[in-house]
């Protein structure tokens, strides 16, 4: 059926999606139960989306009423597929790319303005990128108190406990993939 916004304004819109391996965009039954638990922080949240891929994640937010999104990713063809998507969907406005190496910093971030309150990360599994990303979002000093990060990632590379100011809510595993869901503490 190809990837797809499952629900709110745009529910049912078709995305594009990178062809290749390279990009395991989140299939949609996932992101639907991701969205079931994060129904009451969706609206009006400053969103963002790392290791960003088709962008699914922060279109799926953008289509139920989140205010902003922003985009990163480092991968040439991902970054012209989310473009694609945004466009598609008239989020121009409200969302912004940003090409860069999560794995080095997220200094990008910081000249943003934003504080973020919704955050999804999805890196290449069982590279051993979740503590990086989650060490370098954590120096970005661009999150809200309380702020919801969604790690989805291999049973594999577990998230340890507790990592940097992040404070493990939840967890939930749906067939290969664990979804973690954070708070930020500070």
């Not at 049973?155 to 954070?182: H, N, W």
Request: hydrophobic residues 45%.
């Amino acid at each position: 059926m190809g990837l797809r916004i499952i629900s709110g304004r745009f529910k049912g819109k078709k995305l594009h999606s990178v062809r290749g391996l390279t990009i395991r965009p989140t299939a949609d039954r996932l992101r639907e139960s991701i969205f079931n638990i994060l129904f009451h922080r969706v609206l009006n949240a400053m969103v963002l989306d790392l290791f960003a891929g088709t962008g699914a994640l922060g279109m799926e937010a953008l289509s139920r009423g989140a205010e902003s999104a922003v985009f990163v990713d480092n991968n040439p063809g991902a970054l012209s597929v989310i473009q694609r998507n945004i466009t598609s969907c008239s989020f121009d406005k409200q969302a912004h790319i940003i090409k860069w190496d999560i794995k080095k910093n997220l200094n990008c971030l910081k000249s943003a303005g934003t504080a973020f309150d919704l955050v999804f990360m999805d890196p290449p599994y069982n590279q051993g990128m979740v503590k990086p990303a989650l060490f370098n979002l954590e120096q970005t000093g661009s999150l809200e108190k309380g702020a919801r990060i969604v790690v989805e990632h291999s049973p594999l590379e577990p998230i340890p406990d507790p990592v940097f100011m992040f404070e493990i809510a939840d967890q939930r595993k749906y067939g290969k993939t664990l979804v973690s869901f954070l708070t930020h503490m500070v």
